[in-house]
T-cell receptor, first 118, second 114 residues
Framework: AQKVTQAQTEISVVEKEDVTLDCVYETRDTTYYLFWYKQPPSGELVFLIR??????QNEISGRYSWNFQKSTSSFNFTITASQVVDSAVYFC???????????????FGGGTRLMVKP | DGGITQSPKYLFRKEGQNVTLSCEQN?????MYWYRQDPGQGLRLIYY???????QKGDIAEGYSVSREKKESFPLTVTSAQKNPTAFYLC?????????????FGNGTRLTVT
């Protein structure tokens, strides 16, 4: 069965600090997809990134970067020079492609609440 | 603007009453989903639908029911059989039901049952 673990339940940093959110996953499938979502106080989840299991290239988007390592089953998310607006709950999620037409059955981690203080 | 609309934002009900949560999307997405979020926890899938007039149970479907009569709409009924209905409910949609399709979420409905 698939599983996603976000061991950090809460992280507090001061503005401009760098912060890394950890995500470890378990799956028996060889083809799978990893996602990160942001949930601001307003409640809706905002899609940030998708990675497939065959693409281990790290990705950078502005202050955001993602490090995918299959060897350690991790997909970590780093925010550089954090800002108050980054305060939110961040979720890592996994979907397996074994039955690609069975709906996107995302398994979510428990989330990490990031608080960025001015 | 395209998006997913959930209403109402807050809902209060007495124990023993059924309640229906609305979810409408104008993204022309085929697949729709309902998730439940409890404090400090991740999201758990209740039901999903890949096509009109078809839907499947997720991990925690007991005590819930859905319908998908129109592509745009996927209402969720929380029945009196649901033992712990107080939670934050999120509706989502995706272009297709494939594993690589990102989900787009609504703003959620916070249900409180007393």
């Amino acid at each position: 069965a698939q599983k996603v673990t976000q061991a950090q339940t809460e992280i507090s940093v001061v503005e401009k600090e760098d912060v890394t959110l950890d995500c470890v996953y378990e799956t028996r499938d060889t083809t799978y997809y990893l996602f990160w979502y942001k949930q601001p106080p307003s409640g809706e989840l905002v899609f940030l990134i998708r990675r497939n299991s065959f693409d281990e290239q790290n990705e950078i988007s502005g202050r955001y970067s993602w490090n995918f390592q299959k060897s350690t089953s991790s997909f970590n998310f780093t925010i550089t020079a954090s800002q108050v607006v980054d305060s939110a709950v961040y979720f890592c999620a996994l979907s397996e492609a074994k039955d690609n037409n069975a709906g996107n059955m995302l398994t979510f981690g428990g989330g990490t609440r990031l608080m960025v203080k001015p | 603007d395209g998006g997913i609309t959930q209403s109402p934002k807050y809902l209060f009900r007495k124990e023993g009453q059924n309640v229906t949560l609305s979810c409408e999307q104008n993204l022309n997405h085929d697949a729709m989903y309902w998730y439940r979020q409890d404090p400090g926890q991740g999201l758990r899938l209740i039901y999903y639908s890949q096509i009109v007039n078809d839907f499947q149970k997720g991990d925690i479907a007991e005590g819930y029911s859905v319908s998908r009569e129109k592509k745009e709409s996927f209402p969720l009924t929380v029945t009196s059989a649901q033992k712990n209905p107080t939670a934050f409910y999120l509706c989502a949609s995706s272009i297709s039901g494939t594993a690589n399709s990102p989900l787009h979420f609504g703003n959620g409905t916070r249900l409180t049952v007393t």
